[in-house]
């Protein structure tokens, strides 16, 4: 894997603030230590009545959590749709061509050569920006770099359209022991969006999984990815 380190730009996609984290933190972690230009292109922003805590997270509290997240790890960030705490917003049911232009737009300006982008889940809205994010990244669209597209997972993706995917489909470990403290302080500024220790977005959760990861490729931590399209020119 060490071949995604050797690029200097990389865009990541996340349905929400939090979730590049979830799946990538480490990776974001090693990264930056590099110098590799990370962009973090967040779909949604909006405010949420949480059904664990029956608590309402605004999207002003949203957006400042990410905001103090990109500041930690040296990122630069974009928000495709934000909603003030007195909208309500769908993103599942909003138009997939609009998000697809926007997220064209960004792959021909930012020329990322290596893009992450979630994998479905049982999430609608996951579910939604993954097709977006394949159709932006379709073959024979024109792009300025010969992009690398990798999937990443976030712990509760064994449930739902991901739970089928597994080393077969082209995995590939990333050793995150060294990183998996700046990943861990990374969501701790995700305040609001930290639940207990039985939830399987709990921090408990992430480096139980992280260390899952790292049992199957025996390092102590690992991030796992799904190659989705890799050109090797000869």
């Known amino acids: 894997m060490t071949f995604i380190f050797d690029a200097k730009r990389w865009l990541i996609v996340s349905p929400h603030a939090d979730d590049a984290e979830l799946g990538c933190g ?3 972690a090693a990264g930056r230590e590099k110098g590799i230009n990370i962009h973090i292109a967040v779909a949604s922003v909006k405010s949420e009545n949480h059904l664990y805590r029956d ?3 605004t999207s002003e509290v949203r957006e400042q959590e990410l905001i103090e997240s990109m500041n930690f790890s040296g990122c630069s960030y974009s928000i495709f749709y934000k909603t003030d705490s007195s909208n309500e917003f769908d993103l599942a049911s909003s ?3 609009a998000f697809i232009k926007k997220l064209d737009s ?3 300006d930012f020329s990322p050569q290596v893009l992450f982008i979630p994998v479905p889940s049982f999430h609608q809205e996951h579910k939604w920006v ?15 770099e010969n992009l690398i597209i990798l999937a990443y997972e976030y712990p509760p993706a064994g449930w739902g359209d991901s739970a089928s995917w597994d080393s077969s489909k082209g995995a590939i470990y990333v050793d995150i022991s060294n990183y998996i403290d700046r990943k861990i302080e990374m969501l701790t500024l995700y305040k609001s969006q930290i639940r207990s220790d039985n939830s ?11 260390m899952y990861r790292g049992m199957q490729c025996n390092t102590d931590h690992a991030e ?3 190659l989705l399209r890799c050109v090797c020119k000869v």
Request: charged share 15%; proline share 2%.
């Open 55 to 57: 608590v309402l997270t």
């Open 224 to 226: 796992l990815f799904y």
């Open 200 to 210: 399987s977005l709990s921090l408990k959760a992430v480096k139980t999984l992280s």
């Open 26 to 28: 480490g990776v974001i």
């Open 95 to 97: 138009s997939k061509s």
């Open 106 to 108: 960004l792959i021909l």
């Open 130 to 144: 993954y097709d977006c994010c394949m159709a932006a990244s379709r073959p024979y669209k024109i792009t300025k």
